[in-house]
């Protein structure tokens, strides 16, 4: 397809849209009277307009019906998180047996870590991308030191070459190799936060694999962006949060994949409540545990009933959409503000660059060479929300779900105006 960069043109886009229709069952913030052009959906994802209603199911079940909501609300409690297994399955490519939901990305892949780091003289290292989103650099750090090893010899960083953006399949997998034996686990991130980058996780994981490793993938950037297959790639286990793509709101709970030949093996450590044994005995009260035969087993504490409602919410859309047409539009609208960033830079002289790799979801990092900070703060107060990661990258991440082509003209033509003002 040709792109214009006119108003028409992305009219004209938002009018074949499929998705269209999906802009306005999604809160935006105003600034100004003026819907903003909301471009951190890889940070906390808008508020859909059904979730208030799903929020208010648990609190009149909660005020009407008290205790007895855990087995007689329309939706009892006690296994509501239930309900999130089939959706999330299809948004990550596994069995519904294989997801469970359950508290909040760090603490899952700390107790992931549980079953699936277990260090031996020979084989104890890690191998993660350089530079990884900081709380999986601390988790790597603290679990180590827990282990008793030492960071600077267990952790094996994969690093992008002299003067690239991103990381090359090649080098991760010789990396893989080089460590060989002595390597425990490969965890990295299935999307990266900083470039956007999506690694060759099939690859990496058949490598890893291979290499006698346990591969594992947080795919806090991964999920509702880009395709996955986790359980045909048989990648061992999985863990991300909600509140990015996903669209459930602030800090909300994490999923979980752990691949089927893991369940019902009394051989792999956990850590274990009352909520990872048999639902049938469960309330018999035993001291023995008799683990669940699925994902569910890794559960520990009853469900946070109001945390899982909307996140239920967001999974009938995801549901009703499907990632497939998600990922259509996606490829359609990233091209678009690839094609338009080069116009204006074509306009006004190139002051930026997209680090970006072809291997890419949603999201766009632009570096901005000169005086970036000032044109950052510039297209906020223009009602343009992105973020900014030092030294000198935004992030433009337009979720297919509710941005749309003119958004991504109108956003041409601020930044040009800010390019000129700043
Ligand atoms: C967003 C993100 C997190 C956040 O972790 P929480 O435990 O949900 O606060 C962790 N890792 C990656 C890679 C992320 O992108």
Redesign the pocket.
Known sequence: MTFENTAEFARQLDASDPLASYRDQFHFPALEGQQVIYFTG??LGLQPKRTAAFVEEIMKDWRELAVEGHFYADKPWWDYHERLAGPLSRVVGAKPSEITVMN??????HLLMVSFYRPSAKRYKILCEEK?????QYMFQSQIRYHGLEVSDTLVEVRKREGEHHWRTEDVLAKIDEVGDELALVLL?GV??YNGQVFDMEAITRAGKAAGAYVGW?L??AVGNVELALHEWDVDFAAW?S??YMNSGP?NA?GVYIHERYHGRTDIPRFEGWWGTKKETRFLMQPAFDPMENADAWQISNAPVLALAPYLASLEMFEEVGMPALIAKRNLIVSYLEFILREIGKEVGSVFEIITPEARGTQLSVFLHGEGRSLFDYLMQQGVITDWREPNVIRLAPAPFYCSFEDMYRFGQILKKGIQKT
């Open positions: 890889n940070s909040t990305l760090t603490v899952n892949l990884a989103f900081p709380s999986d991130g990266n936060y947080d806090a950037h949060c509140y990015k800090g994490s």
